[in-house]
Nanobody, 124 residues
Framework: QLELVESGGGLVQPGGSLRLSCAGS????????IGWFRQAPGQEREGVSC????????VYADSVKGRFTISRDNAKNTVDLQMNSLKPEDTAVYYC?????????????????WGQGTQVTVSS
């Protein structure tokens, strides 16, 4: 069974950090670009970042640029999202997803596979 599994979410104070991880189960991530999305209650799913299959290209939404860093370790079959300087508006369920390339990364309908999501809450 092909599956993406997110981990690392939790409750953090404003200004804090979290590191999310996306792992492949029965799924070799190195053949795919991996995107991170988030969805807050009542909001549309928002593309946050994407990394190409080789790791050579990355892209970020303006709302997280300079605070979030995406990386991948194809040997470990994981893609991480390091989130620093977190703000209350970063609160959402975070999802990872896979597709061939990062072009059009912000469009959820272009992705072939999705994880179940992990909750991130930024609050004092």
């Amino acid at each position: 069974q092909l599956e993406l599994v997110e981990s690392g979410g939790g409750l953090v104070q404003p200004g804090g950090s979290l590191r999310l991880s996306c792992a492949g189960s029965g799924f070799t991530l190195e053949y795919y670009a991996i995107g991170w999305f988030r969805q807050a209650p009542g909001q549309e799913r928002e593309g946050v970042s994407c990394i190409s299959s080789s790791g050579g290209n990355t892209v970020y939404a303006d709302s997280v640029k300079g605070r979030f860093t995406i990386s991948r370790d194809n040997a470990k079959n994981t893609v991480d999202l390091q989130m620093n300087s977190l703000k209350p508006e970063d609160t959402a369920v975070y999802y990872c997803a896979a597709k061939a390339y990062c072009s059009g990364y912000e469009f959820p309908n272009l992705y072939n596979y999705w994880g179940q999501g992990t909750q991130v809450t930024v609050s004092s």
